[in-house]
């Protein structure tokens, strides 16, 4: 069992930047992928980034290529977000996930809110 508790989220204007992170518990983590999902209102929840259990490969939305970056540190069994030139449409609630693919998470969060002001 693997449980998650993400931070850092908050209120930013356009152009600012974030740095979300997803404490993890669990003798499994630096075997699994872990990721970061997004739900706007009234939107679906959506793919954003994910990393491999060691941390050379990752994976990004079109959405947020160039200006996001997944990683993580296992010693401290926790993967960060940073987010970079966030533009309103970033705006969610953002989600840590973990499991065995970008998507197939077996662990959720709880979330974190992430506004972005024009």
């Known amino acids: 069992q693997v449980q998650l508790v993400e931070s850092g989220g908050g209120l930013v204007q356009a152009g600012g930047s974030l740095r979300l992170s997803c404490a993890a518990s669990g003798r499994t983590f630096s075997t699994l992928m872990m990721g970061w999902f997004r739900q706007a209102p009234g939107k679906e929840r959506e793919f954003v980034a994910a990393?491999?259990?060691?941390?050379?490969?990752?994976y990004y939305a079109d959405s947020v290529k160039g200006r996001f970056t997944i990683s993580r540190d296992n010693a401290k069994n926790t993967v960060y977000l940073q987010m970079n030139s966030l533009k309103p449409e970033d705006t969610a609630v953002y989600y840590c996930?973990?499991?065995?693919?970008?998507?197939?998470?077996?662990?959720w969060g709880q979330g974190t809110q992430v506004t972005v002001s024009s």
């Open positions: 990393i491999s259990w060691n941390g050379p490969s990752t």
């Open positions: 996930a973990a499991g065995t693919g970008p998507l197939n998470m077996q662990y």
